[in-house]
């Protein structure tokens, strides 16, 4: 064959893989998650770093094991202006985790050690509707949405109809443009606050449904779980997958605190509860407690989130780096390592916490409502 025609050849195949190189990374989340963080001004970046001392560096909102037994009262979620600034820390942070594995905001258990953390997503996902035993054209609730990825993987799991609520009005409208980019009719969103009463008729679901942790966040657990109580239908569960404390926790020890104070900047987190707060509160809404444990793994592992989390944590050094090369290039914005040293601010902590086994991101709490 003609060398010439060779040539041509090869770089005519070149030419096309790079064209479909480039059209896969310009068209991709993590890309445009990138550009969106390189571009912030200088104010969205200060608010944001405020809001993280304002939002979790606290140790006055966490109620362990003996304070239940002391019958201390739950010391619910409150910041002044809340609202507010978890949508100053969000709308940045939401970015952050887009770049690694985490656009949906939690570390799945490890349910199968074959498989990475997005796969594990994903089986955390099937669980969930497991539990809630719901069948198809059914409505089922998502509280403390974010941008709508985790409904949209529950519809198609369900085929079920899923609305999502939640405060930050940029994510609600990153999750209805994923929803008709992909031609998902059968996911509803609005924007909302779970600290409000809920906006949906008495009995309208058949399952209400958390992934993540959002309603560490909740002023009054009661209030939140009546709302729930009154919206789902009788004979119906809910299933949530929240941060608790462990029975080893000991707010007496000033290193468990100190771990748990960083823990929360890095899992942003509210309220730090053990799973017996969370239990009281249902009861009293009137629920029954079908599931209060820890998610159970294949190798029964203590806390089932940790071996994943490692590995996301290596990655984010490894983004870490790469960030720290590009800040020799001329004009790069230097905003971009504050924001992953902010982000990994209390990685190490999180994970010392959770090999002493203090707290875990992943216990899961089945709720049904009493048949009438």
């Known amino acids: 064959m003609d060398l010439k025609l060779i040539v041509n050849i090869v770089l005519t195949v070149l030419v096309y893989y790079l064209y479909y190189l480039y059209f896969k990374i310009k068209t991709s989340e993590k890309y445009h998650a990138f550009i969106r963080l390189c571009f912030l001004d200088k104010k969205t970046v200060e608010k944001y770093m405020k809001s993280y001392d304002i939002l979790f560096d606290r140790n006055d909102m966490m109620n362990s094991l003996d304070d239940y037994k002391n019958k201390i009262k739950l010391n619910g979620y409150k910041i002044d202006n809340q609202a507010e600034k978890t949508v100053d820390c969000y709308y940045i942070l939401n970015d952050l985790c887009t770049l690694g594995n985490v656009q949906k905001m939690y570390i799945p258990p490890l349910l199968d050690n074959t498989k990475n953390l997005i796969e594990n997503q994903n089986l955390t996902e099937q669980l969930t509707a497991k539990h809630l035993n719901v069948t198809k054209d059914e409505n089922i609730l998502e509280l403390g949405c974010g941008c709508g990825r985790i409904a949209d993987n529950m519809s198609n799991i369900t085929n079920c109809n899923v609305y999502g609520i939640n405060i930050y009005d940029k994510q609600i409208e990153s999750a209805i443009n994923f929803s008709k980019k992909h031609d998902n009719k059968k996911t509803h969103f609005k924007i909302g606050d779970f600290n409000n009463p809920l906006e949906f008729e008495d009995n309208y679901f058949d399952g209400i449904y958390t992934v993540g942790a959002p309603l560490t966040y909740s002023n009054d657990l009661v209030k939140l779980f009546k709302e729930m109580y009154r919206v789902i239908k009788p004979g119906k569960f809910i299933c949530l997958q929240e941060v608790t404390l462990l029975d080893n926790f000991n707010k007496n020890n000033e290193k468990h605190l100190e771990f748990a104070r960083l823990a929360r900047m890095v899992m942003t987190a509210g309220g730090l509860w053990h ?38 944590h290596e990655h984010y050094g490894n983004l870490s780096q790469y960030i720290d090369y590009l800040n020799y290039i001329p004009f790069f914005p230097r905003h971009m390592s504050q924001l992953f040293e902010r982000l990994r601010m209390g990685s190490d902590a999180l994970i010392e916490a959770e090999q002493l086994e203090l707290l875990t991101m992943n216990w899961q709490f089945v709720f049904k409502k009493p048949e009438k």
């Open 275 to 312: 799973n017996k707060y969370w239990e009281k509160a249902a009861k009293k809404a009137g629920f029954e407690i079908i599931v209060s444990e820890v998610t159970k793994t294949p190798d029964n592992i203590p806390v089932p989130d940790l071996p994943l989390l490692k590995k996301e």
